[in-house]
Nanobody, 118 residues
Framework: QVQLVESGGGLVQAGGSLRLSCAAS????????MAWYRQAPGKQRELVAR???????NYADSVKGRFTISRDNGKLTVYLQMNSLKPEDTAVYYC????????????WGQGTPVTVSS
């Protein structure tokens, strides 16, 4: 099985920064892509940022220019650097991995809460 362990969430004032980490472990043959999603109270889960195996990235319009997704292939870890945080960024942030184990499989992390105070 594959596990995704997130860390780095917390409480921060508006304008501040946080860095989320997601470490993947298990019998991973290769990673297709990894991503960060978020879900605010009463809202649907939404894609925040995604990084593919070739290093290409995609961002939600609401975070472009403020968030940066990156990865360390050797450590099977993906990061989300969040700058200029706004109260509307408050949500539980989930790591997502599309990987090849024996077959192509998708996994979710347990989520890490981010609260941005005004």
């Amino acid at each position: 099985q594959v596990q995704l362990v997130e860390s780095g969430g917390g409480l921060v004032q508006a304008g501040g920064s946080l860095r989320l980490s997601c470490a993947a472990s298990g019998r991973i043959v290769s990673i297709n892509y990894m991503a960060w999603y978020r879900q605010a109270p009463g809202k649907q889960r939404e894609l925040v940022a995604r990084i593919s195996s070739d290093g290409s990235t995609n961002y939600a319009d609401s975070v472009k220019g403020r968030f940066t997704i990156s990865r360390d292939n050797g450590k099977l870890t993906v990061y989300l650097q969040m700058n200029s945080l706004k109260p509307e960024d408050t949500a539980v942030y989930y790591c997502y991995a599309d990987v090849y184990v024996s077959v192509r499989t998708m996994y979710w992390g347990q989520g890490t809460p981010v609260t941005v105070s005004s």
